[in-house]
């Protein structure tokens, strides 16, 4: 079912379901964004994605990821007030994330060079060390790559992200999805000495060879996906080129 509204005194028209920012997007408007992916549910936690919405008469400021398209609503992407609010809240996650690059450089678009708040000081959250607790990750490693390896720890300050009980998650296949979305690119992923790290989760792996002696992948992600998809015992073992 179409939907039709204007954005930024544009017409537009979405399906259906869809969240505002990404139609946003698809008509060339920027919002900015740290907790948001199209591939999986919303969760509204960063409030970086802030616009004006008016419906029936009345304005309100709300996030524009979570936000599902309605017919004859005026969103605005830009003015004096959302500036104002992105640039607060941004100043607010720079203090918990003061070395994430990708934020210090979202901020600084904001006016944002230095936070006036600090970092909480529980022992949690010099533990979580730059991640903003987003849920990217856990929502990643859920919905799209099905391990479920991941999940929020704890409560208010003493929150964190990880694995049960904040120790390394046993079913994580390092295959490096969570390490891809995040947003302050605070999880670490190498490979290094046959091995596959994960570095924020802790979480080592062998490598798997092909014949020439090439890492593939590590071998309980091979595993994992072999027993997923039903896949022959042998299928990794042949070097690219010569089936
Ligand atoms: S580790 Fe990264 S993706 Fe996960 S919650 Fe923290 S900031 Fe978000
Ligand atoms: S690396 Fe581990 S925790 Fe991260 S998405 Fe893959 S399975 Fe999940
Ligand atoms: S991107 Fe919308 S709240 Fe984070």
């Known amino acids: 079912m179409t939907v039709q509204f204007t954005i930024n005194g544009v017409k537009v028209e979405a399906q259906k379901g869809e969240s505002v920012i990404e139609v946003a ?3 060339g408007f920027e919002i900015p964004s740290l907790c948001h992916h199209q591939a999986v549910t919303p969760y509204g936690a960063c ?3 802030l ?3 008016v419906k029936g008469g009345r304005k309100k400021l709300t996030t524009s990821c979570n ?3 309605l017919d004859g609503i005026e969103v605005v992407t830009d003015s004096e007030a959302i500036h104002k609010h992105r640039a607060m809240v941004l100043e607010l996650i720079l203090a ?3 070395d994430a690059e990708p934020v210090k450089k979202l901020a600084a678009q904001y006016g944002v060079n230095v936070s006036r708040f600090e970092r909480s000081d529980t022992e949690m ?3 979580r060390h730059d991640c903003i607790m987003c849920g990217l990750c856990v929502r990643v490693c859920t919905e799209i790559v099905e391990v479920n390896a991941l999940a929020f720890n704890g409560r208010g300050y003493n929150r964190g992200v990880g694995g049960p009980y904040l120790e390394a998650p046993q079913s994580c296949i390092a295959c490096g999805a969570c390490a891809w979305v995040c947003p302050t690119d605070c999880i670490g992923f190498v490979e290094e000495d046959g091995m596959r790290k994960v570095l924020k989760w802790d979480r080592e792996l062998p490598m798997e060879k092909d014949e020439n002696g090439r890492p593939i992948a590590p071998k309980f992600q091979l595993h994992y996906f072999k027993e997923k998809f039903g896949l022959p015992a042998d299928i990794y073992k042949k070097a690219p080129g010569s089936r």
Do not use: L, S
């Open 47 to 49: 409030r970086v994605c």
């Open 125 to 127: 959250a010099q533990e």
């Open 51 to 53: 616009v004006e919405i």
């Open 25 to 27: 997007r698809r008509y």
């Open 96 to 98: 918990e994330a003061p």
């Open 67 to 69: 936000y599902e398209v």
